[in-house]
Each structure stands twice: as structure tokens, then as C-alpha cells.
């Protein structure tokens, strides 16, 4: 009969552990009307409707997305979590100023 090894799990001195992340919390959730998405001059990868919808939940649920990490590589450009995909910033009453990085 054959004999496996198994490997062992190495435990993990705290020298090799991740540190904390620090998370900001999220920017209030506007309920408002919505101001028009940006025009952009490429396909939209899914119909306009789908796509209204996703930028109003990220509008009305940045507690939800952002604590959603990216994986499209826009970190490296500034983005913290995936509502940063959607919208560039609020002005004070909340009302966003969209990001078209979301729509490509």
C-alpha cells in the first residue's frame, strides 16, 4: 500500500501576519432624485436599464459596496472599495457626481 504525506500547517509567527486594515465608514445612502448618468462614446456592456440600476444602488447603498473590494485593478488609480467605481464624490447634501469608470 502507497503512503501520502501530508503536509503540516506552519503556524504563523505574528511577524508574518497581514496587518489590520483600517476601513473608513461609508458615506451616507441619498435617497433624492438622481441626477442623469454620463454620456459615454462606447457600448455600455448592458442595457441602460441594468445599468441605471446598478448606479442607483451604488447611489442608495454605499454601505453594501463600500466594503466591496475591486478587482478590475482600479485601486491603483485611488479606488478604496467598489462604490468608488460609481461615484467620484457627493456634495454635501449627498447627491453623487458619477464615476463612468462603472459603465465600461
Not at 6 to 18: L, M, N, R
Request: proline letters at 16%; aromatic letters at 8%; charged letters at 15%.
Amino acid at each position: 500500500m502507497e503512503q501520502r504525506v501530508v503536509p503540516q500547517a506552519t503556524p504563523q509567527t505574528s511577524a508574518s501576519v497581514d496587518p489590520v486594515v483600517q476601513f473608513t465608514p461609508p458615506p451616507p445612502a441619498y435617497n433624492g432624485p438622481l441626477p442623469p448618468l454620463p454620456q459615454v462614446s462606447y457600448p455600455l456592456p448592458r442595457s441602460p436599464e441594468i445599468v441605471r440600476s446598478v448606479f442607483a444602488f451604488a447611489a442608495r447603498h454605499p454601505e453594501v459596496l463600500h466594503y466591496v473590494p475591486c478587482f478590475c485593478g482600479c485601486q491603483r488609480s485611488g479606488h478604496k472599495g467598489n462604490d468608488d467605481c460609481f461615484i467620484k464624490s457627493r456634495d454635501a447634501k449627498g447627491v453623487p457626481e458619477w464615476e463612468s469608470h462603472g459603465m465600461g
